[in-house]
């Protein structure tokens, strides 16, 4: 490849094709090209080189600049590399000269490079340009308008460069029409333009860094403050939510990156590198080596990416200029341009750069020299390919569903209102539009406080039985929304619904004086919100997770299981993580992340960068008033069942425990007498509620503080609400209450244990009982059920992971690495795709129950399918932080075509320990990845990667776990050589695989002994130590390990397909997206569709439902689409 030729900003336009030629920075080797002067030179040397001049005419080339910059190691590391071409003198401006001197007395130089940086005369240089007339390498003039952002969104609008869309307040005295601010609580609003959160503030002033972004109140509110790296700060989170109120400001959409920035350098307009690194939006921490410096990585830039960066330095005039891109949704956004920069600590920049310089001086001003000169041309650079090791298998695309962490017991309560307050209040927020209204909003939750408060300081005078009755539920109301001295949208809501006619009586907790007339039902709902054990859950899992990937250990800025890191900082990582809008769901997806990533600091940053919401089409959430008929059929049938007064007989094992399930019929035998088990329950409720009381008479105890700064009052309020609900007037059991009451014993004995209630375990062991059997029939009781109930929750994801499944081997143009630095990252053009999707019980029930009895394998005749099976029925619950993983895997050596090529894998895990479920765990048989199989054949086993010059530590003996982290609840790489062979079996017992390791969370230093089991055991070892109130994970089990990509496709499409129910529910979830845009082409599994639609009778004409008028990854995407015609069942577009 030929030189780059680049003129001065002015000079480049004649004399040259239109051919464009770019090359990209690349590799630290030292090369010379043809035309320097071949010795190296070294700091002091730089001085002579400015001496000795040889007989002809010199090209002198000034810098003029503050010192800081033109002593700075690129600056020093360029010039001496200029230095080294025959006909080029240096010269530097000493900065008092620069600040002291008239320009008459400055050196005089033919080239002259010189540029704005803090305490810079910038008149005085432009005046100098205009007396000496040099070539000038960046423009001057150009500099002062890079000093406002306003004038560099101008023209970078002016040259059709994407920009964030944005709007400029000017507070100027002199034109008040240009500062119209109107500032709500989740959106501002400037000069008519609305920016809801997140949205940016950056000051008009370039030089001030202090950037801000304001998050929504449902993502927990506040803001964060950007500003100059300070030590290894570059930004901090603020609980501030309001703007700033002096200054003149851009306010901007805030673009989704996945947490990095992309910083571009050009030197001329056709050469251009580019760095990723960490965004300091994210975390504010910075990523430093193990010298300190920060860590960036080189990045391919798409052919897009090259016209915006030559556009830029041409637009600007700057031949050396740097500039931010941001990559969103498919495309990319200018967001800064900051003029004159060199690349940091890169020797193969530092040679391209001076090269490109010198040869752009030579061959403006050769000629009028009469220096004899051609433009050298250089061997080819040879890209480096590195090679995978044997037969080894590369990590394509890794999907889980992972249910949420550890939370609050849920809780709502009931009242109906008729004050006009609450009526004036409805009509305000337009709840008679649909009848329905949902008060989530900090504002919105004070206006309902405020209605309470006044009404009970009203009621203080009166007393009668209507207002007594609904004076309780008032002070509750109160009480509740006063629960954390502040609102965040995450944890509490109210919804109103108008009643024409009043509610029919039907509850027992309301009296005999009822009025007529139109009434609100107010419905409050409050708890369930992720406890702080739930983050840590979700967090050390996340950083469990990174050892799946190639590459999991190797040191990354310190951390353990980095090759995931490493992945994700050069782009090759695309991951995208989406969750429910449920608070809960959406703060374990951002702890998550921010293990799986290594961050730090708050999570309200994390979840707005890097966790997509899901809602709107089914994919995540489930409409939970819209039961399926079929659910509602097997709910009456569960309590019919449950109501009987007598000993389960045969006939009732046969008709709850249709499928054999041994954990289903474990608790049929704890129970027994179903009546009275609950009578027992029943009791055991009302003692606790007795203790509470007793409790709260006691001063010493009575202002004991809970969990979660709960009160014992609180508890109190839960329990007897419970008591109330769980028998109902005419004796009999709600069974519906039967989760509930589990679920806050399960609370309560996990983290209020200090409060030493009796009975806790008692009432935990036949509530669990009950649960278990309640909880997992609720979705369907025989299989045909089971199968139904599941469609209908997660066609929408199916359909998804099928996609995601597909779009791998189709490797689309992704943000590439470039080859030369990607030594140690396994093959540099393949990336990974990472989809994790977060959810709540009822998905991942659903999921589970389509794998077990969809039809994917048969057990009779697949005996690893068979265990697994097995293994599955005896599991009792999915716990928080149940996982579903299905990873594919790329056999290189196979035939692109052959079924053998993809290789598909499915693990799980039940999610985190019960309080007792030590001595009854169902054992599994470990997680054994493919890659770790057939031993013979591969060397190295289970790394992905060759072992290249920095990955020395994967040759680690396979002998004694080592410690890699802190403490780490789930599974762990087999190079790291914490994992143990357990099965002595032979290979003709079990299928495939024989050998299971099972992964040791490596908490203990000593090896654990094996057990000398006929079959294969597994050993637990707790995950967490000294960190008793969070329990620890399940390691992840395999199900499976040998299906083909193929058989995993089809398998989708059949349960996809066989939902008649889905369609209807599909429906539903669309019916709000056919007013979007359309888009162009209809994505199908199946059969490829034209654009219009025409030749499958589409039913509603062409109007696919992936709407987004970009291909966005913020848009969630996916979910079902409008039905087709019988045969191809139902196709799906998703925009990514």
């Avoid at 050390?540 to 490493?566: H, I, K, S, T, V």
Wanted: hydrophobic share 30%; glycine share 6%; net charge negative.
């Amino acid at each position: 490849m030929s030189e780059p030729c680049g003129g001065s900003a002015e000079r480049d336009k004649e004399g040259r094709g239109d051919v464009l030629r770019f090359l990209v920075g690349s590799g630290d080797d030292e090369r010379d090209a043809a035309g320097m002067k071949s010795e190296m030179f070294r700091e002091e040397d730089l001085e002579e080189c400015y001496d000795e001049s040889p007989p002809e005419r010199q090209i002198v080339v000034g810098i003029c600049a503050m010192m800081k910059k033109s002593k700075s190691k690129p600056m020093t590391e360029i010039l001496e590399r200029l230095c080294k071409f025959d006909y080029i003198d240096m010269v530097i401006f000493p900065e008092e000269v620069i600040l002291e001197e008239p320009v008459e007395k400055w050196p005089l130089c033919d080239c002259l490079i010189s540029f704005h940086s803090k305490g810079f005369p910038l008149d005085k240089a432009v005046e100098y340009a205009k007396l000496r007339n040099p070539l000038l390498i960046n423009d001057l003039n150009m500099q002062y308008f890079i000093q406002d952002r306003r004038e560099v969104y101008r023209i970078l609008q002016e040259e059709g460069i994407d920009l964030p869309r944005y709007a400029v307040l000017n507070r100027d005295p002199d034109k008040p029409e240009e500062c119209n601010l109107v500032e709500a609580e989740d959106h501002v609003e400037v000069n008519g333009e609305v920016f809801p959160k997140p949205f940016v503030e950056k000051p008009v002033c370039a030089e001030d860094h202090n950037v801000y972004i304001y998050y929504p109140t449902s993502a927990g509110g506040g803001s964060q403050r950007l500003f100059r790296k300070i030590g290894s700060r570059s930004s901090v989170y603020s609980p501030e939510t309001n703007v700033r109120k002096t200054g003149s400001y851009i306010y901007e959409e805030f673009m989704p990156t996945d947490g990095t920035d992309v910083k571009v350098y050009t030197v001329g307009p056709d050469y251009a590198h580019a760095e990723a690194r960490k965004s300091p939006a994210l975390d504010g921490k910075v990523e430093r080596d193990s010298e300190g410096k920060e860590i960036r990585y080189p990045v391919m830039l798409t052919a897009m990416e090259k016209l915006v960066a030559r556009k830029v330095c041409l637009a600007f005039k700057q031949t050396v200029c740097g500039f931010d891109l941001l990559r969103a949704n498919g495309h990319s956004y200018v967001c800064d341009v900051n003029g004159f920069s060199f690349v940091k600590n890169s020797m193969k920049y530092y040679d391209d750069c001076a090269k490109v310089l010198g040869n752009m001086v030579m061959r403006e001003l050769a000629p009028q020299f009469h220096i004899p000169w051609s433009i050298p041309l250089e061997a080819e650079d040879i890209p480096i390919v590195p090679t995978t090791s044997g037969t080894m298998m590369e990590l394509r695309c890794v999907i889980a569903i992972i249910r949420h962490g550890d939370r609050t017991p849920k809780q709502k309560m009931k009242m109906e209102v008729r004050h006009p307050l609450f009526f004036e209040l409805f009509e305000k927020h337009g709840g008679y539009k649909s009848g329905k209204l949902k008060l989530k909003k900090p504002k919105q939750l004070q206006e309902v406080l405020d209605i309470a408060r006044l009404l009970l300081a009203e009621l203080g005078q009166h007393n009668d039985c209507e207002i007594e009755e609904k004076k309780s539920k008032l002070e509750q109301l109160k009480t509740v929304l006063e629960m954390y001295g502040h609102f965040s949208g995450i944890n509490r809501k109210v919804q109103l619904t108008y009643l024409r006619n009043g509610q029919p009586k039907a509850s027992s907790e309301e009296e005999d004086c009822k009025k007529d007339g139109p009434s609100l039902l107010l419905v409050l709902k409050w708890g369930g919100e992720l406890t702080p054990a739930g983050r840590v859950q979700a967090e050390e899992l996340g950083r469990a997770f990174r050892c799946m990937y190639p590459g999991g250990q190797g040191d990354y800025a310190g951390f353990p299981g980095c090759g995931l890191l490493r992945l994700h900082s050069t782009y090759r990582h695309d991951l995208k993580i989406y969750a429910s809008d449920e608070g809960r769901v959406q703060m374990t997806a951002a702890a998550f992340a921010k293990g799986l990533l290594a961050l730090e600091g708050e999570l309200t940053p994390i979840l707005v960068q890097m966790v997509k919401s899901a809602n709107m089409n089914g994919l995540l959430d489930s409409d939970s008033d819209s039961l399926t008929d079929c659910q509602q059929k097997v709910k009456a049938r569960l309590h019919e069942i449950m109501q009987k007064g007598q000993e389960f007989t045969e006939e009732d094992y046969r008709k709850l425990a249709p499928t054999d399930s041994p954990s289903l019929v474990n608790s049929m035998k704890v129970i027994q007498d179903p009546v009275k088990t609950c009578d027992k329950v029943y009791a055991l409720i009302q003692s606790l509620n007795s203790q509470i009381r007793k409790r709260l008479e006691n001063p010493k105890s009575a202002d004991l503080q809970l969990y979660h700064s709960e009160t014992l009052e609180l508890m109190l309020q839960r329990w007897s609400k419970l008591e109330r609900d769980f028998r109902m007037k005419n004796g009999r059991y709600d069974i519906s209450k039967i989760p509930d009451i589990y679920d806050c014993v399960k609370y309560d004995s996990q983290h209020n244990a200090s409060v030493a209630l009796e009975d806790t375990l008692e009432l935990f062991r036949l509530s669990r009982a009950l649960a278990d059997i309640v909880i997992p029939q609720e979705y369907g009781i025989s299989k045909a059920e089971k199968l139904d109930i599941a469609q209908a929750y997660c066609v929408p994801l199916m359909k998804k992971i099928q996609l995601d499944l597909q779009r791998t081997h189709e490797d689309e143009a992704v943000n590439k690495l470039h080859p030369l630095y990607s030594r140690g990252v396994m093959s540099p053009g393949r990336h990974v795709r990472t989809r994790l999707y977060f959810t709540s019980e009822s998905h991942v029930h659903s999921l589970l129950s389509v794998f077990r009895y969809g039809g994917l394998l048969d057990d009779e005749k697949d005996q690893q399918w068979k265990q697994a099976m097995d293994y599955l029925s005896a599991v009792t619950e999915l716990n928080y932080m149940t996982q579903i993983v299905i990873m594919l895997y790329e056999d290189n050596d196979k035939d692109p075509s052959s079924e053998e090529r993809f290789h598909v894998e499915l693990h799980f895990s039940p999610g985190v320990k019960g309080c007792d479920d030590e001595e009854n765990v169902p054992l599994g048989f470990g997680f054994r990845p493919a890659s770790s199989e057939n031993q013979d054949k591969k060397p190295n086993q289970g790394s992905l990667e060759d072992l290249s010059q920095d990955q020395l530590d994967e040759a680690l003996p396979l002998s004694e776990p080592m410690n890699i982290q802190r403490r780490s609840p789930m599974i762990r790489n087999r190079k790291t050589g914490s994992m143990e062979v357990l099965s002595e079996t032979s290979p003709t017992q079990s299928s495939k695989g024989s050998t299971s390791h099972r992964l040791f969370p490596s908490s203990s230093r000593q090896s654990p002994e094996i057990k000398p089991t006929s079959g294969l055991g597994g050993l637990l070892i707790s995950g967490f130590e000294g960190c008793s109130m969070v329990p620890s994970i399940y390691p992840l089990e395999t199900l499976h390990n040998s299906l083909s990509l193929k058989q995993v496709d089809e398998f989708l499409s059949k349960v996809c397909e066989s939902s008649s129910e889905a369609h209807a529910k599909t429906m539903k979830a669309l019916s709000g997206l056919f007013d979007s845009q359309s888009q162009t082409s209809l994505y199908s599994p199946q059969q490829p569709l034209s654009s219009s639609g025409s030749e499958t009778s589409l039913r509603p004409p062409s109007r696919p439902l992936w709407h987004g008028s970009v291909p966005s990854s913020a848009v969630s995407s996916a979910g079902p689409s409008s039905p087709i015609t019988e045969s191809s069942g139902l196709n799906l577009s998703f925009s990514e």
